[in-house]
Nanobody, 124 residues
Framework: QVQLVETGGGLVQPGGSLKLSCTVS????????MAWFRRPPGKEREFVGT????????DLADSVKGRFTISRDNAKNTVYLQMNSLKPEDTAIYYC?????????????????WGQGTQVTVSS
């Protein structure tokens, strides 16, 4: 059974940075497409970013391009989300997700496995 555990959330001031980590166990990490989604308060879950098996191809939502970076370390079975220049509207529960497909996917329904989520709050 594939399990995902996110860490790194917290409270940060506007303009600050946070780095989320998601460690995967129970599966072959190098065969999983990884992604981050988020659920802002009172809103639907939304796509943040995704990265391919080998880490050579990544895609980010327009709302975070230029501020967030997604990366992975296959030796550590871990995917990261570096978040810079954070804004109050980035406040959300952030979820790590994994899919057994090499095809770029940005919808939650395409992801097979999910973490429990980590809260990110951007506030002064």
């Amino acid at each position: 059974q594939v399990q995902l555990v996110e860490t790194g959330g917290g409270l940060v001031q506007p303009g600050g940075s946070l780095k989320l980590s998601c460690t995967v166990s129970g599966g072959r990490f190098t065969t999983l497409r990884m992604a981050w989604f988020r659920r802002p308060p009172g809103k639907e879950r939304e796509f943040v970013g995704t990265i391919s098996w080998g880490g050579m191809a990544a895609d980010l939502a327009d709302s975070v391009k230029g501020r967030f970076t997604i990366s992975r370390d296959n030796a550590k079975n871990t995917v990261y989300l570096q978040m810079n220049s954070l804004k109050p509207e980035d406040t959300a529960i952030y979820y790590c997700a994994a899919a057994t497909t090499p095809v770029l996917r940005t919808t939650a329904q395409d992801y097979n496995y999910w973490g429990q989520g980590t809260q990110v709050t951007v506030s002064s």
